[in-house]
């Protein structure tokens, strides 16, 4: 199956077809464009993509850590994932993504799959309360970059900036439904991709658009692709915040619930910006 | 330099001595072990120093992820730590740790290095209030595995539950003053093992023992080497909390202060719990 045959931003983007051992071949596509390479979420789905699509997976994604080396051009790329140990019940990968030409790899990750058990379970951080989704109208507007329009985001409180004007906020909190566009199921792959959605925690707390750019993410997988499958096309309630802004690096942590209430991701990253 | 020479139970446990390119040859110590192998903290801490030792290093810490792959046995070890891609100011590093006839890595990690610079820095997540550490008396108690005795740990709030009757309380938060015992100046390696602190959630959560321990740690660092050694033996100030506990799996992520109000580092992880 060619690329353009499949229906979806999210099947395209991190599509791969079997090239050796360990080994896959994907393209970076126009549509999932940022300011310096792709989206960094559509690159983390296809470094995921790489362990789902080996043959000798054992298991479902637990945790997920996507380190970004270098941008990753638009054109081919090769996914390496390798299982590097086998337990009875978990699974360690270390994956690449390379590109011809490159000096080493652009991405670096670590999976661990696992098989799940019933076990006595609970949620301890509570869903937070926002307004149904279909009562926020967002107004049309053109983003910057193509990547964005491969999601509906409805913010609940903690918008980007209106005025670009350095005003120091208090907070750097925001809470917003989000789902893929157009509607997908909600599978491992766009889970992936869209714990990286939050935009950068230092342009709501400054009120000021440095430049930033995430240099490494963990996302921790808190539903199996079963309880994916039920979310289905629901809208997914997230909240993000920083805790500290310190010399050119900043982290930020968010929780992503479905529409229904249950916890599907906890995600972190820590992100590079300029002055 | 021999271990036994060195002074401190840290210094002991990451002491690494040159082993060929890219490699390391240090000894899990029995002074660290945990249930079943070493403490998870002191192995991080191990796996980042093959980073801190090596000749190619530029910048410092930034990012720690590791994953416990299998446990590591009492003796000697190899950390091979493997600079996969340098930036002109961010570096990526992969590091494994293997021991003489294991099938595969026991532990993988990578870890991102900076040069960091003086920006507009701030602090989002306010300290929590907590009495001074010195009026916190703890009984003395002598702990069911070795590597708790280089802790000094005195609770603020949530303590391991007194009476383990499953009593299933409303939260997962713990807040307290830690510190390596004998003091010794905070540096990265000490605080990376001591980002791996926190008793499980579960045990909190649940009042119930049941077997648990970290699959994948990840450490964002946000004080640099000079920092770290004016906080030097002050008491730490960390909290901590789980999101969820959902098959077999639940997250915990802390937060850890100097005592005169920094913080020092944000830190997420993954953990295996049975039943």
Not at 244 to 260: E, K, L, P, Y
Request: hydrophobic share 40%; glycine share 8%.
């Amino acid at each position: 199956m060619s690329d353009s045959q499949l229906s979806h931003a999210i099947d395209r983007g991190v599509h791969l077809t079997p090239a050796g051992d360990d080994r896959f071949a994907g393209h970076a596509q126009a549509e999932w464009q940022n300011m310096v390479g792709p989206f960094g979420g559509i690159t983390a789905a296809a470094a995921l993509n790489g362990v789902l699509q080996h043959p000798k997976l054992l298991g479902e994604p637990i945790a997920l850590t996507v380190n970004f080396a270098a941008a990753i051009a638009e054109g081919p790329f090769e996914v390496r994932a390798v299982p590097v140990r086998t337990n009875r019940s978990t699974q360690h990968w270390n994956v690449e993504i390379h590109q011809e030409g490159s000096d080493g790899p652009l991405t670096t990750a670590s999976v661990v799959t696992a098989a799940r058990r019933e076990t006595w379970s609970t949620d301890d951080e509570p869903m937070p309360r926002a307004p149904a989704p279909d009562t926020i109208v967002v107004p049309p507007y053109t983003p910057p970059v193509a990547w964005v329009n491969n999601y509906e985001i409805k913010p609940v409180s903690g918008t980007l900036p209106t005025a670009w004007d350095g005003s120091d906020g208090e907070s750097s909190y925001s809470l917003m439904w989000m789902r893929d566009r157009p509607a997908r199921t909600l599978d491992f792959v766009s889970m992936a991709a869209i714990s990286d959605l939050f935009f950068p925690r230092i342009w709501r707390r400054r009120a000021t658009r440095v430049p930033a750019g995430t240099v490494s993410i963990t996302t921790y997988f808190h539903a199996g692709s079963e309880q994916m499958a039920e979310v289905g096309t629901q809208w997914l309630l997230g909240q993000a915040k920083a805790h500290t802004f310190r010399n050119g690096f900043f982290d930020q942590t968010g929780q992503i619930w479905s529409q229904s209430g249950h916890l599907l991701v906890t995600t972190h990253q820590i992100v590079y910006y300029k002055e």
